[in-house]
């Protein structure tokens, strides 16, 4: 069965530092995002992506984070410089049709920054 | 703006018996998509069971069903025969636009 696959899954890295995390979506999906786990609460919405351009942004994916897809499979969450509440489970996810109303998930990035 | 209420944050039921998950959602569309995920232990999300708004049927996916209640935008899951494996977290969510927003979730406990 198709599925998403993230990389890596988990880091840590130290305040400051650059961090690309990477996913690979369901080969025919059109639709892809980023969410957001901090430990213990919801998941929040980060970004969508699709035809090659962010289509909606929340106010948590500020100019420290942006994402691409560089070779039309990969598709990547950068943050520049980390920050200690950056820390949180970060999970890819991917549509096929909208209408269809399934979001396939990740199984999640863990970010640590010390 | 849209939300997803999950009113009980924890709860647990006996292996075997019945539970329903509770959720209430905010929207002025007609025709919107409901889900609720599950997330183990192992933190992916897992789709457990969706609902097409326009349906008026509830979703059934073997030992999990909803009460779907379009007028009083309510959207509860009901898991029968309460297994260990059903330990979890269970995030009731909704399409809006072209993306998914979560309930706060409830941690469901299964007691041996």
């Known amino acids: 069965e198709p599925e998403v696959t993230q990389t890596p899954s988990h880091q840590v890295t130290q305040m400051g530092q650059e961090v690309i995390l990477r996913c690979v979506p369901i080969?025919?999906?059109?639709?892809f995002y980023w969410y957001r786990q901090i430990l213990g609460q919801k998941v929040e919405f980060l970004v969508s992506?699709?035809?090659?351009?962010?289509?909606?942004k929340s106010e948590i994916f500020d100019d420290q984070f942006s994402v691409e897809r560089p070779d039309g499979s990969n598709f990547t969450l950068k943050i520049r410089s980390t920050k200690l509440e950056d820390s949180a489970m970060y999970f890819c996810?991917?549509?096929?049709?909208?209408?269809?109303?399934?979001?396939?998930f990740g199984e999640g990035s863990r970010l640590t920054v010390l | 703006a849209q939300t997803v209420t999950q009113s009980q944050p924890e709860m647990s039921v006996q292996e075997a018996e019945t539970v329903t998950l509770s959720c209430t959602y905010d929207t002025s569309e007609s025709d919107y998509y409901l889900f609720w995920y599950k997330q183990p232990p192992s933190r992916q999300m897992i789709l457990v069971i969706r609902q097409e708004a326009y349906k008026q049927q509830n979703a059934t996916e073997n030992r999990f069903s909803v009460n779907f209640q379009k007028a009083a935008k309510s959207f509860s899951l009901k898991i029968s025969d309460s297994q260990l494996g059903d330990a979890a977290m269970y995030f009731c969510?909704?399409?809006?636009?072209?993306?998914?927003?979560f309930g706060k979730g409830t941690r469901l406990h299964i007691l041996p």
């Open positions: 992506f699709y035809n090659n351009e962010i289509s909606e």
């Open positions: 080969s025919n999906h059109l639709y």
């Open positions: 996810a991917s549509f096929g049709q909208l209408n269809t109303g399934e979001l396939f």
């Open positions: 969510a909704k399409n809006r636009d072209d993306k998914i927003i």
